[in-house]
């Protein structure tokens, strides 16, 4: 008898245990994923503003015309401005971004945009993935962004291996925000796997800045490829 009446009380503990689970999951932001990562440096921070203020930029349909401008500018010089692309120059396929000399800071820098809420397109990008679809470098990545960066990679690589080659000195940055940085990403991947194509540009030139990055690919990727890839997870201090 007792074992009998022991069976519910273990279907409920089973139960209680796999609510608190679902409850933790649910509240898990990328905050706790970082919260015992040390403090950036200063230097090691220092870029990131000036990737935001590009991005932002990206959502400016003329930039000697900016309408968004915020008081202290974009810092973008628009006689540098290699290209913008935008929705119908993709074909859909990755999200608008803009190519621009960074002759201040010597720096090539290719930034996208976020996720636009109004466009189709973008959900189709983002929602192109099933859990373990696509193997890459020993790992998985995310299926649907990692078509939209192959997709930019065969647009720019001509136009990346000039700049590369004209300015020898300079990095090569990819920056994106929320969908945008995980196409930025998954490009700075595919640049450090084709450096080939890019002029034989040094691993040490390329890099990327992932702000509120999408999760987009396996915990070994991301370990293989820290030295690229800069994640910037905004989360509230103690």
Not at 82 to 111: C, F, N, R
Not at 166 to 174: A, D, G, R, S
Not at 210 to 231: E, G, K, Q, T
């Amino acid at each position: 008898m007792s074992i009998i009446c022991g069976i519910p009380l273990l279907e409920c503990v089973y139960c209680l245990a796999c609510a608190r689970w679902a409850w933790k999951r649910c509240l898990h932001t990328a905050g706790h994923d970082s919260e015992n990562w040390g403090i950036a440096t200063a230097e090691e921070f220092e870029p990131v503003p000036r990737m935001c203020c590009y991005i932002l930029a990206v959502y400016e349909d003329d930039l000697r015309h900016p309408l968004w401008e915020p008081p202290e500018g974009y810092g973008i010089n628009p006689d540098w401005l290699e290209h913008k692309k935008s929705y119908e120059d993709t074909d859909g396929q990755a999200p608008p971004y803009i190519l621009y000399l960074d002759h201040d800071h010597e720096d090539i820098v290719l930034a996208f945009r976020g996720l636009n809420l109004a466009k189709e397109s973008d959900y189709a990008v983002l929602l192109d993935n099933k859990l373990g679809q696509r193997k890459f470098d020993g790992g998985y990545v995310h299926n649907g962004l990692l078509k939209a960066a192959e997709h930019v990679l065969l647009m720019e690589s001509d136009t990346l291996k000039k700049l590369v080659m004209k300015y020898p000195n300079y990095t090569l940055t990819f920056a994106g925000h929320s969908l945008g940085s995980g196409v930025a990403t998954l490009l700075a991947v595919l640049a450090v796997q084709n450096r080939a194509e890019l002029g034989n540009i040094d691993r040490r030139r390329i890099r990327c800045y992932a702000i509120a990055p999408a999760r987009c690919m396996s915990l070994n990727l991301a370990v293989r490829y820290a030295d690229v890839i800069n994640s910037v997870v905004l989360q509230a201090s103690s």
